[in-house]
């Protein structure tokens, strides 16, 4: 079993920034990529950003990039995102994932495994 905890949002007007961050415990080992996803009221949860430990390498929802970033240490089991410009559209709660596959785009939520409890980002006008 894995435990995710996110940490890091609140309320913040539009372009400024927030920064959330996740900690993983318990079966953390062999992770494959951690990720980011949002929800907002009335939506689908969507894809965010991601990282994959084996290279390093990331990904982002179109929507985000540019502004937002996503680093982690694959060692202390952590992944942090870094949200710069600040949209009212990116109100949501936003949520930590891991996964222990490969393959697939990434971004779908289905292609995690354990998530966390979520927290609320909200950008005011």
């Known amino acids: 079993q894995v435990q995710l905890v996110e940490s890091g949002g609140g309320l913040v007007q539009a372009g400024g920034s927030l920064r959330l961050s996740c900690a993983a415990s318990g079966r953390t080992f062999s992770s494959y990529a951690m990720g980011w996803f949002r929800q907002a009221p009335g939506k689908e949860r969507e894809f965010v950003a991601g990282?994959?430990?084996?290279?390093?390498?990331?990904y982002y929802a179109d929507s985000v990039k540019g502004r937002f970033t996503i680093s982690g240490d694959n060692a202390k089991n952590t992944v942090s995102l870094q949200m710069n410009s600040l949209k009212p559209e990116d109100t949501a709660v936003y949520y930590c994932?891991?996964?222990?596959?490969?393959?697939?785009?990434?971004?779908?939520?289905?292609?995690?495994?354990?998530w966390g409890q979520g927290t609320q980002v909200t950008v005011s006008s």
């Open positions: 990282i994959s430990w084996s290279g390093g390498s990331t």
């Open positions: 994932a891991v996964r222990y596959r490969s393959g697939g785009s990434a971004r779908l939520p289905h292609e995690y495994d354990y």
